[in-house]
Protein backbone atom coordinates (compact mmCIF):
# COMPACT_ATOMS: atom_id res chain seq x y z
CA UNK A 1 0.00 0.00 0.00
CA UNK A 2 0.85 3.42 -0.69
CA UNK A 3 1.88 4.97 2.66
CA UNK A 4 1.77 8.69 2.94
CA UNK A 5 2.92 9.74 6.12
CA UNK A 6 2.96 13.41 7.78
CA UNK A 7 5.54 14.65 10.82
CA UNK A 8 2.31 16.00 12.87
CA UNK A 9 -1.28 14.93 13.92
CA UNK A 10 -1.74 18.05 15.98
CA UNK A 11 0.19 20.92 16.23
CA UNK A 12 0.03 24.39 18.11
CA UNK A 13 1.98 27.11 17.19
CA UNK A 14 2.24 30.85 18.19
CA UNK A 15 1.43 33.99 15.93
CA UNK A 16 4.65 34.75 13.86
CA UNK A 17 6.51 31.49 14.10
CA UNK A 18 7.99 30.02 10.85
CA UNK A 19 6.42 26.65 10.99
CA UNK A 20 7.41 23.75 9.05
CA UNK A 21 4.94 20.11 7.89
CA UNK A 22 6.56 17.61 6.42
CA UNK A 23 5.13 14.73 4.19
CA UNK A 24 6.74 11.51 2.84
CA UNK A 25 5.62 9.26 0.38
CA UNK A 26 7.12 5.57 -0.10
CA UNK A 27 5.72 4.86 -3.78
CA UNK A 28 8.13 6.89 -5.67
CA UNK A 29 5.33 9.45 -6.93
CA UNK A 30 6.28 12.01 -9.18
CA UNK A 31 3.16 14.79 -8.12
CA UNK A 32 2.72 16.09 -4.67
CA UNK A 33 0.40 17.77 -3.08
CA UNK A 34 -0.57 20.34 0.03
CA UNK A 35 -3.94 21.21 0.76
CA UNK A 36 -5.95 23.00 3.59
CA UNK A 37 -9.41 21.49 4.42
CA UNK A 38 -11.63 23.96 6.63
CA UNK A 39 -15.52 22.92 7.00
CA UNK A 40 -17.85 23.89 4.09
CA UNK A 41 -14.99 24.83 1.97
CA UNK A 42 -13.71 21.87 0.53
CA UNK A 43 -10.21 20.96 -0.16
CA UNK A 44 -8.15 24.33 -1.30
CA UNK A 45 -4.54 23.51 -3.33
CA UNK A 46 -1.91 25.59 -2.02
CA UNK A 47 0.66 24.32 -3.42
CA UNK A 48 2.31 21.24 -5.59
CA UNK A 49 5.10 19.68 -6.86
CA UNK A 50 5.59 17.44 -9.99
CA UNK A 51 9.04 17.09 -9.70
CA UNK A 52 11.81 17.50 -7.69
CA UNK A 53 12.56 20.87 -6.92
CA UNK A 54 9.47 21.93 -8.66
CA UNK A 55 6.76 23.67 -7.31
CA UNK A 56 3.44 25.28 -8.34
CA UNK A 57 1.39 27.75 -7.10
CA UNK A 58 -2.44 26.58 -6.14
CA UNK A 59 -5.58 28.34 -5.45
CA UNK A 60 -4.44 29.83 -1.90
CA UNK A 61 -0.53 30.66 -2.04
CA UNK A 62 -0.25 33.59 0.12
CA UNK A 63 1.23 33.12 3.30
CA UNK A 64 2.80 29.71 2.56
CA UNK A 65 6.17 28.45 0.78
CA UNK A 66 7.29 24.64 -0.50
CA UNK A 67 10.43 22.78 -0.54
CA UNK A 68 10.87 19.48 -2.55
CA UNK A 69 14.52 18.54 -2.53
CA UNK A 70 13.72 14.55 -2.62
CA UNK A 71 11.03 12.96 -4.57
CA UNK A 72 9.94 11.28 -1.23
CA UNK A 73 9.39 14.29 0.85
CA UNK A 74 7.26 17.26 0.17
CA UNK A 75 7.40 20.33 2.56
CA UNK A 76 4.71 23.28 3.56
CA UNK A 77 6.04 26.38 5.43
CA UNK A 78 4.24 29.06 6.59
CA UNK A 79 6.50 31.99 7.06
CA UNK A 80 5.32 33.87 9.47
CA UNK A 81 2.26 31.99 11.52
CA UNK A 82 -1.55 33.62 11.86
CA UNK A 83 -4.36 33.08 13.14
CA UNK A 84 -6.14 32.36 10.42
CA UNK A 85 -3.65 30.05 9.01
CA UNK A 86 -5.29 27.59 11.87
CA UNK A 87 -6.99 24.64 9.86
CA UNK A 88 -6.48 21.01 8.89
CA UNK A 89 -3.83 20.21 6.34
CA UNK A 90 -3.67 17.43 3.86
CA UNK A 91 -0.39 15.95 2.01
CA UNK A 92 -1.18 13.90 -1.12
CA UNK A 93 0.37 11.94 -4.25
CA UNK A 94 -0.33 11.13 -7.31
CA UNK A 95 1.10 8.67 -9.81
CA UNK A 96 -0.30 10.16 -12.79
CA UNK A 97 -2.40 13.66 -12.56
CA UNK A 98 -6.13 13.40 -13.06
CA UNK A 99 -6.33 9.81 -13.67
CA UNK A 100 -5.06 8.00 -10.90
CA UNK A 101 -6.28 8.33 -7.41
CA UNK A 102 -4.96 10.66 -4.92
CA UNK A 103 -3.34 9.04 -1.74
CA UNK A 104 -3.13 11.21 1.11
CA UNK A 105 -1.61 11.41 5.04
CA UNK A 106 -3.46 11.74 7.87
CA UNK A 107 -3.65 15.76 7.93
CA UNK A 108 -1.76 17.84 10.60
CA UNK A 109 -4.38 20.06 12.68
CA UNK A 110 -2.75 23.15 12.88
CA UNK A 111 -4.04 25.75 15.31
CA UNK A 112 -2.29 29.08 15.61
CA UNK A 113 -2.76 31.18 19.05
CA UNK B 1 -15.50 28.48 -14.12
CA UNK B 2 -15.17 24.82 -13.32
CA UNK B 3 -16.62 23.46 -10.28
CA UNK B 4 -18.01 21.08 -7.98
CA UNK B 5 -21.06 20.96 -6.38
CA UNK B 6 -22.46 18.70 -3.62
CA UNK B 7 -26.07 20.44 -2.79
CA UNK B 8 -26.32 18.70 0.81
CA UNK B 9 -24.04 19.49 3.54
CA UNK B 10 -25.45 16.72 5.80
CA UNK B 11 -27.35 13.64 4.92
CA UNK B 12 -29.36 10.78 7.75
CA UNK B 13 -30.12 7.57 6.70
CA UNK B 14 -31.81 4.69 8.87
CA UNK B 15 -29.12 1.66 9.04
CA UNK B 16 -29.87 -1.20 6.69
CA UNK B 17 -31.87 1.56 4.01
CA UNK B 18 -30.18 2.60 0.97
CA UNK B 19 -28.04 5.96 0.62
CA UNK B 20 -27.34 8.46 -2.10
CA UNK B 21 -25.14 11.35 -1.84
CA UNK B 22 -25.47 13.84 -3.95
CA UNK B 23 -22.13 15.83 -6.52
CA UNK B 24 -23.06 17.48 -10.03
CA UNK B 25 -20.02 18.85 -11.66
CA UNK B 26 -18.87 21.74 -14.38
CA UNK B 27 -15.80 20.56 -16.08
CA UNK B 28 -14.27 21.44 -19.98
CA UNK B 29 -13.57 18.17 -21.56
CA UNK B 30 -14.37 14.82 -20.92
CA UNK B 31 -15.13 14.31 -17.17
CA UNK B 32 -12.57 12.25 -14.49
CA UNK B 33 -14.94 12.04 -11.19
CA UNK B 34 -13.76 10.69 -8.43
CA UNK B 35 -15.40 10.23 -4.86
CA UNK B 36 -12.80 10.24 -1.56
CA UNK B 37 -14.29 9.22 2.13
CA UNK B 38 -12.71 10.78 5.24
CA UNK B 39 -13.44 8.90 8.44
CA UNK B 40 -13.06 11.51 11.72
CA UNK B 41 -9.47 12.76 12.24
CA UNK B 42 -8.16 10.78 9.36
CA UNK B 43 -6.81 11.86 5.52
CA UNK B 44 -8.83 10.99 2.87
CA UNK B 45 -9.37 7.44 1.15
CA UNK B 46 -10.25 7.04 -2.28
CA UNK B 47 -13.50 5.30 -3.23
CA UNK B 48 -13.89 5.19 -6.62
CA UNK B 49 -13.58 7.10 -10.02
CA UNK B 50 -15.10 7.19 -13.39
CA UNK B 51 -12.53 8.18 -16.23
CA UNK B 52 -14.58 6.32 -19.08
CA UNK B 53 -16.88 3.15 -19.95
CA UNK B 54 -19.67 2.07 -18.11
CA UNK B 55 -21.50 4.82 -15.94
CA UNK B 56 -22.57 2.78 -13.34
CA UNK B 57 -18.38 2.69 -11.24
CA UNK B 58 -18.84 0.06 -8.55
CA UNK B 59 -16.03 1.07 -5.96
CA UNK B 60 -14.96 0.20 -2.15
CA UNK B 61 -16.69 -0.79 0.76
CA UNK B 62 -19.72 -1.11 -1.27
CA UNK B 63 -20.35 1.74 -2.56
CA UNK B 64 -21.24 2.32 -6.63
CA UNK B 65 -21.70 5.83 -8.52
CA UNK B 66 -23.61 6.72 -11.08
CA UNK B 67 -22.45 9.19 -14.00
CA UNK B 68 -25.37 11.01 -15.57
CA UNK B 69 -23.55 12.84 -18.69
CA UNK B 70 -26.97 14.65 -19.82
CA UNK B 71 -27.38 15.73 -15.78
CA UNK B 72 -23.34 16.35 -15.31
CA UNK B 73 -23.89 14.69 -11.92
CA UNK B 74 -21.98 11.65 -10.56
CA UNK B 75 -24.19 10.44 -7.53
CA UNK B 76 -22.66 7.87 -5.15
CA UNK B 77 -24.93 5.38 -3.58
CA UNK B 78 -24.96 2.31 -1.51
CA UNK B 79 -27.85 -0.12 -1.13
CA UNK B 80 -27.88 -1.05 2.63
CA UNK B 81 -26.39 1.71 4.71
CA UNK B 82 -24.19 0.84 7.86
CA UNK B 83 -23.45 2.90 11.11
CA UNK B 84 -19.73 2.40 9.88
CA UNK B 85 -20.55 4.22 6.26
CA UNK B 86 -21.18 7.46 8.50
CA UNK B 87 -18.19 9.58 7.53
CA UNK B 88 -17.56 13.17 5.34
CA UNK B 89 -18.07 12.09 1.47
CA UNK B 90 -16.34 14.39 -1.16
CA UNK B 91 -16.46 14.51 -4.67
CA UNK B 92 -14.14 15.55 -7.39
CA UNK B 93 -13.81 16.01 -10.67
CA UNK B 94 -10.36 17.02 -12.90
CA UNK B 95 -10.15 20.03 -14.46
CA UNK B 96 -8.79 21.32 -17.55
CA UNK B 97 -5.30 21.56 -15.90
CA UNK B 98 -5.27 18.03 -14.62
CA UNK B 99 -6.12 19.02 -11.63
CA UNK B 100 -8.68 18.36 -8.62
CA UNK B 101 -11.46 20.79 -7.64
CA UNK B 102 -13.42 19.38 -4.77
CA UNK B 103 -16.86 19.92 -3.20
CA UNK B 104 -17.45 21.18 -0.11
CA UNK B 105 -18.01 17.63 1.21
CA UNK B 106 -21.33 15.71 3.16
CA UNK B 107 -21.69 14.71 5.96
CA UNK B 108 -23.10 11.27 5.72
CA UNK B 109 -24.89 9.56 9.47
CA UNK B 110 -26.20 6.01 9.35
CA UNK B 111 -28.18 6.04 12.31
CA UNK B 112 -28.87 2.40 14.42
Known amino acids: DVKVTQSSRYLVKRTGEKVFLECVQD?????MFWYRQDPGLGLRLIYF???????EKGDIPEGYSVSREKKERFSLILESASTNQTSMYLC????????????FGQGTRLTVV | AQSVAQPEDQVNVAEGNPLTVKCTYS??????LFWYVQYPNRGLQFLLKYITGDNLVKGSYGFEAEFNKSQTSFHLKKPSALVSDSALYFCAARDSNYQLIWGAGTKLIIKP
Open chain 1, 27 to 31: MDHEN
Open chain 1, 49 to 55: SYDVKMK
Open chain 2, 27 to 32: VSGNPY
Open chain 1, 92 to 103: ASIYTLGVAEAF
